[in-house]
């Protein structure tokens, strides 16, 4: 999946292309609007903390660190065993999983307090009152998808593609 973004001008032109998308089928759960805030989003499919915020990237950042730092510590505690313990491999296993654990935990709590970094660059247009749309599509529907938006509302400013999405929020 890769994500689109697109700058639409007003809640209506947003309607349209969430309709349009739709019927292109293109599932709701797909598309992300964020807007200024007190904007009247009515029934338009509003971006959740997953794309508002940096939870995703941090909590993948925290289970890397966490899991490394949990298995540095595993070895260091069956090079060293404290009280003359025998530890084992699975020392090292179980303060791997704790390390990641906690990584995960700690830092997706920080991460979602942070604003998205991918949305940074669209927030001056977003306090001018534009609506910044994101939909996740398959790679292959990527051209399609750009050209559906681009024929119907030339007033839609399609501004990229993000690499890649995460494929679980």
Known sequence: MRRLYFMVPNVGSAKAIVNELLLA????????IIAKEGTPM???PEAGLAQKSDF???LERGIA???ATGVLAGIVAVTFPPAGLALGGGAILATGLAG???GAWFSSMIGSDVPNTQIKQ???AIEKGELLMMVDVPKDRIDEIGELVKKHHPEAE?????PTIPAFP
Not at 25 to 32: K, P
Request: overall charge negative; aromatic content about 8%.
């Open 65 to 67: 660190v966490g899991g």
């Open 25 to 32: 089928r293109v599932e709701e759960r797909h598309i992300h």
């Open 42 to 44: 009515e029934d338009l």
């Open 122 to 124: 669209y927030e001056e």
């Open 100 to 102: 990641a654990g906690f």
């Open 56 to 58: 995703v990237p941090a």
């Open 158 to 162: 399609i501004n990229g593609t993000e």
